[in-house]
């Protein structure tokens, strides 16, 4: 079969395609009548979205496996501090500055490493985020060190700025169904499914003409530019960013979040981080403790339970019970 | 520039932490020999050892040796609910390797953020086992710990050759790494090794912990540089070799201790983590295997990773 297209071809149902606007629609509604305190939390619902859909291109549809992903992030949230603070930068071209480095990171970083298998690739991409995580912390004199880079303009175009909360929940938002709509189109276009054959089988992949290197690389670089760019929004998101910020705990939560949404789906990132910020929101007054280090624990123990009893991610108990309707009917 | 003292010093200092990293090392090797799986909460029975210990102590007012001793079965315990709680269910439900890995990250950062909630998060140390020193010999101040560190490892590693050479528990955790379907058709308990291995490879860490806190300190977020240093060692050794780790620990310490005095404290694990992607990236075999292919002139990194 030749397939030609670079994006994907396939027609959708009009109603399934609406259905997430209609949520998203729905969702900044909420956003903009409730207090800027939800505005925050679906903010960064909207950024670790972004974030994880990036990650899910290597992981999920690739099959391949990340620890190191904070690493990006933590290059584009100091990459868009320091360039609007000492360079004066516009907010968005300071982001798209950091992008640009992030990829070529990714390109150069990834080549050697993609190489490596199994705990090897996971030990080294996980190095990954400890190097980056220690370079934030000693290289003072541009980071700030563990005190953290503060004063970094909010979002905006051309000198005009989105003020408050609201404002930028709507630009986050958008930001992020942008990233699944690529997402979304590339997932089923020759690219998409070239990775989707390597997380089936490499052997198999190579065997049908595909360059699994140079693909595998691909999904690790969109998925540093996704995460490049989830490091920018949170910088001017919140004005504040600290090593801690994009630190191991990082890597977990990401994962948490790709997990209960489900691994390898278009939405499933998306829809996993909204659920995973709203968790300590529920849980706010049953929390044992420091409610930083109970929120973290609560994390670790849902994507262990998950691992553990629902490896593919909480939306496959849908498509599980689908089979079993299909089967019965056949049957 | 490096004077014959200096580099002197950094070899015995490297050689003491070096020994700490090659345990923590060879705890990596005995779980993964057992069973194939990489456990990346292996720094936290360090950290736990550590804390322990330092907990034993203040609260009770026992002598050291006695916390120690309490505190290393407490781990190996910990050590055990690990393995029963989270990693055994994965490994009956044909867990994917990195989902395993995951489990057990999440592991170790759920541990550390309980570390915090009940024991606070202020960095402590212990004293040394022996009061008094540094032996000053010339230029070199040997602090009494190294001596301490360097005779328990050795009576360790000597303990573990012993164990694995003689007793029948040993034997059949290593007829588990060869070939685990033909250990268990013998009538090898492999589930049971499993629960072993992880009960050992905890008191590994405890043991590193206890030794290595006098000479530095103990805090809730110590276990992930050790777990990585010793993860390092074993790469360095080879993976699954328990006297290549050990080697491999004790060439990173010695590294580690020559970039700290050329480069700068601030560059220890920059350098670590830089010599992990290098024997990664080039030895993937390991070093010492890696040079010997070189030696006998054939590189078999390219096919056979």
Partial sequence: MISPAITSTRPRAAWTAALPVIAAGALIAYGLTSSGYIATVLGFAAIYGVFCTGLNFFMGYTGQASFGQNAFAALGGYGSAILTDRLGLEPVLAILASMSIAGIVALVVGYPTLRLRGHYLAMATFALGLITYEITIEWTSLTHGYMGYSGIPPLGLFGYELANEKQQLVALVVIALFGVWISNRLRNSRFGRALRAIAGSEAAAAALGINVARYKLAAFVIAALYASVAGSLFAHFIGFISPEVFGTAMVVLSFTMLYLGGIGTTWGPLVGALIASLIPEVLRSTLPGGLKEGQDIVYCAILILILIFVPKGLSSLGSLWQARRSAVREG | ?305
């Fill in chain 2, 1 to 305: 520039m490096l004077d014959a003292t200096q580099i002197l010093q950094s070899l015995v200092n490297g050689m003491g932490v070096g020994l700490i990293y090659g345990l923590v090392g060879i705890g990596f090797c005995v779980i993964y020999n057992a069973s194939g799986i990489v456990n990346f909460a292996q720094g936290v029975f360090v950290m736990l050892g550590g804390m322990f210990t330092h907990t034993l102590l203040t609260r009770l007012g026992i002598p050291i040796i006695l916390a120690a001793a309490i505190a290393i079965p407490l781990v190996a315990a910990a050590g055990v609910v690990v393995e029963f709680l989270i990693v055994r269910p994965m490994w009956n439900r044909g867990a994917t390797l990195f989902a395993i890995i995951l489990a057990t990250l999440a592991t170790q950062i759920m541990i550390e953020r309980i570390t915090i909630l009940t024991l606070g998060d202020q960095p402590r140390t212990l004293n040394e086992f022996t009061a008094g020193g540094p032996l000053r010999i010339g230029g070199l101040a040997i602090s009494y710990q190294i001596f301490w560190i360097l005779g328990c490892g050795a009576l360790l590693v000597g303990l573990l050759w012993l164990f694995f050479g003689r007793t029948r528990t040993g034997r059949a955790l290593r007829a588990c790494s060869q070939n685990r379907e033909a250990a268990a058709l013998l009538g090898v308990p492999v589930g049971r090794m499993l629960m072993i291995a992880f009960a050992l490879s905890a008191a590994l860490g405890a043991v590193a912990g206890i030794l290595v806190t006098p000479t530095q300190y103990t805090a809730f977020n110590v276990g992930t540089p050790f777990g990585v240093y010793g993860f390092i060692a074993a790469i360095i050794g080879g993976f699954g070799s328990a006297g290549g780790a050990l080697a491999g620990g004790i060439l990173l310490g010695i590294f580690q201790a020559l970039a700290i005095v050329t480069l700068g404290a601030g560059f220890k694990n920059v350098a670590a983590l830089s010599m992990l992607l290098v024997v990664l990236l080039v030895f993937p075999n390991g070093l010492f295997a890696g040079l010997k292919g070189l030696l006998a002139g054939r590189s078999r990194s390219a096919d056979a990773r």
